[in-house]
């Protein structure tokens, strides 16, 4: 049973460019949320979709997008970088209607903004 | 504004002796709480979690504790091994209706279990 996969592993961008990271949820699971840790922080909620909505947003700008496919995979897209986008950005899945809240991550993607 | 706090960035321990990691939050909408172990290179692992209902959740050598009223947890490690050298996110979320809602991190405790 495959976990959270992430694409790709690592990413170097300039400023200004645009950047597309990729997750495939845990086999069952139907919500993915996107995280940003920044080095030294702990992960910060970017936002949540289900059923191919965004149903859940945390403090970031437009310039943060996303998507849901049908088969719940799900894309991160950031525009015009900035150096300060520079972090590990996690992909947890999780089921909307389990029991509790535990959300499972996947190993990330190391983006660095030059 | 951060809304979980978790105030030692780093905890040495010796093999064998008891871990307790701390966490302190402010967010009164807080009622679940969790856990979670990240080594280096790798994304955060559940590890324990607790509703606002209970006061005390274990699973093997992992207890957490809350303490609602002082709006505090902390974790317990017992016996402490080499391998739970890691650091440790404190998360919380509300929960009102189904669904998995966002969770809030704090920054993270480094734990060295020292063999």
Known sequence: ???????????????????????SPKSGHDTVS?????????????FQYYEEEERQRGNFPD?????????????LN?????????????????LLAGLG????????????VL | ?????????????????????????????????LWYKKYPAEGPTFLISISSIKDKNEDGRFTVFLNKSAKHLSLHIVPSQPGDSAVYFCAASEISGAGSYQLTFGKGTKLSVIP
């Not at chain 1, 310039?63 to 894309?75: A, C, D, I, K, V």
């Not at chain 1, 150096?83 to 999780?94: E, N, V």
């Not at chain 2, 002796?17 to 679940?32: A, E, G, Q």
């Open chain 1, 63 to 75: 310039r943060f997008s996303g998507h849901q496919f049908p088969n719940y995979s799900s894309e």
């Open chain 1, 101 to 112: 809240n535990e959300q499972f991550f996947g190993p990330g993607t190391r983006l660095t």
């Open chain 1, 1 to 23: 049973d495959a976990g959270v996969t992430q694409s790709p592993t690592h990413l170097i961008k300039t400023r200004g460019q645009q950047v597309t990271l990729r997750c």
């Open chain 1, 34 to 46: 996107w995280y940003q840790q920044a080095l030294g922080q702990g992960p910060q909620f970017i």
């Open chain 2, 1 to 33: 504004d951060q809304q979980v706090k978790q105030n030692s960035p780093s905890l040495s321990v010796q093999e064998g002796r008891i871990s307790i990691l701390n966490c302190d939050y402010t967010n009164s909408m807080f009622d679940y709480f």
């Open chain 1, 78 to 94: 950031v525009n015009a970088l900035l150096l300060g986008d520079s972090a590990l950005y996690l992909c947890a899945s999780s």
